[in-house]
């Protein structure tokens, strides 16, 4: 019987750290196609979990997460960026006010 259950509760941590490894591979992906369609650079190819709680959603409790990045758009400098999940869905991106790229202030003209 004890052998069931410690099997049991070390299939429920694989799975939710499996869901968690998921959930992060898609949050890179799509703030790095977000960075992309505004030519800018996704900078060390990654996303970190910053802060969770839960919260009420269409009448279920959902787990948000903030993730942060950083992202560029010269090259030289860094800035901070948020993406925020709600459940297994990315629901929002921020980025700060940042300078354009010099090949992006010739195309405006």
Request: charged share 25%; glycine share 4%.
């Amino acid at each position: 019987m004890f052998n069931l259950l410690f099997l049991l509760a070390l299939s429920a941590v694989f799975i939710i750290a499996w869901k968690a490894q998921h959930l992060r591979t898609y949050t890179i992906n799509t703030v790095r196609r977000y960075c992309e369609k505004r030519e800018l650079m996704l900078l060390d190819e990654t996303v970190v979990l910053a802060k969770r709680h839960f919260r009420w959603r269409q009448g279920w409790q959902s787990l948000k997460r903030e993730w942060h990045f950083e992202f560029t758009t010269t090259g030289e400098e860094r800035y901070p960026g948020k993406a925020y999940t709600v459940g297994a869905q990315l629901v929002d991106i921020q980025l700060p006010p940042h300078r354009l790229s010099p090949y992006d202030s010739q195309s405006l003209h």
